[in-house]
């Protein structure tokens, strides 16, 4: 059962100081003078770029080194961003959340992503914006996705695509009531060594299907995806593509590696209870994450992330992108 094993809290790999924050602040708030619905455009995530070059040194240094090596839990965690809780709007609680407007956490998470790569969503996820809000949807309790509220398998995100996101960015606008719902992350580097060498091997083999998950649709399975392995790369420090909900094993020995793969990542998992302002990037080539349960009041002050996928090489997908955009439509 997810969110059964105690861990000690996690600690931040950074915590920003308040002088560092005010800088963090000052530089998203000559993104925010816009009015309209400014932060899918080039025009905007341009002036992010450039704004992030302007960040704290520490918090420059710790994305750098971060880039070229994303640690033994594939996981960076910076304290301390400055949302302005008191000024945030209700938590939306609609299908399809985005955050179009230039606000402060939504120029904050830019900035980050633009210190990682460059910003991107998928046209068939959340209309294709940049920006997305975590949040529970009334009705959707147990859907299998952000708008849930229900246990969230693990997951690396977009596995089925041919570009996959290399980092997932989360902000903490607002925890739940509850202080219960726990961002679940596991990496491989902590994983691996629990697995079997029979079971590694089957890992890296192509005995398994990966389709898109629920939050890009009904109509998304399309055709039936090519058979790719769990595991690829280097056999001693490898890349994960897999989702416990969509990953289906081809072969008994494949389904039994499977098995011993969530045993892995279950034993090693973290579990990041994320207050506001907290801001953590996964590295999701060697993680996967989910989210414990937790119970929503619809109430306005309900659990509230953004989150912007990044690519730290946004040429490799421009045959998906039209205009070299930032959009992946296909
Ligand atoms: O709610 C969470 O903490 C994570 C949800 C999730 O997996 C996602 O938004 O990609
Ligand atoms: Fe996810």
């Known amino acids: ?12 790999d950074l915590n920003l100081d308040p002088a560092d924050a005010t800088t963090c602040e000052r530089l998203a708030r000559t993104l925010c003078a816009d009015r309209y619905e400014a932060v899918d455009s080039p025009e905007w995530v341009a002036r992010a770029r450039d704004a992030s070059d302007e960040l704290p040194l520490p918090l420059r240094r710790a994305l750098r080194r971060f880039r070229r090596h994303s640690g033994p839990h594939g996981t960076l965690l910076i304290g301390g961003l400055p949302v302005d809780q008191p000024a945030l709007p209700p938590t939306p609680a609609v299908p ?16 980050v992503a633009c210190g990682l790569g460059e910003p991107h969503a998928y046209l068939a996820e959340k209309s294709g914006a940049l920006v997305q809000d975590v949040v529970p949807v009334p009705g959707q309790e147990s859907f299998h996705g952000n708008a849930g509220s229900a246990p969230l398998s693990f997951h690396s995100e977009n596995g ?3 570009h996959p996101p290399d980092y997932v960015v989360f902000l903490c606008l607002r925890a739940d009531h509850d202080r219960t719902a726990g961002l679940r992350v596991a990496g491989i580097r902590q994983a691996l060594p629990l697995l ?65 793969f969530g045993r892995a990542v279950e034993a090693t998992a973290r579990t ?59």
Do not use: C, K
């Open 160 to 162: 089925f695509h041919p």
């Open 96 to 111: 399809g959340s985005v955050q179009r407007r230039a606000t402060l956490p939504a120029a904050l998470l830019t900035m």
């Open 1 to 12: 059962m997810p969110g059964t094993t105690q861990h000690a809290p996690v600690a931040a």
């Open 272 to 330: 990041l209870y994320l207050t506001p302002g907290d801001l953590v990037v996964l590295d999701n080539r060697v993680t996967v994450h989910g989210r414990t349960a937790f119970q929503p009041r619809y109430d306005g002050a309900d659990r509230w992330l953004h989150r912007t996928y990044v690519a730290t090489d946004l040429r490799r997908s421009r045959d998906h992108r039209p205009d070299d955009g930032h959009v992946v439509a296909r």
């Open 196 to 260: 079997t060498p029979a079971g590694r091997e089957v890992l890296f083999a192509p005995e398994f299907r990966t389709a898109p998950p629920p939050s890009f649709g009904p109509g998304a399975s399309g055709a039936e995806p090519e058979p790719r392995p769990v595991l690829s790369g280097a056999a001693e420090d490898p890349d994960i593509r897999m989702a416990q909900l969509v990953t289906t094993p081809l072969t008994p020995r494949a389904a039994a590696a499977l098995a011993e």
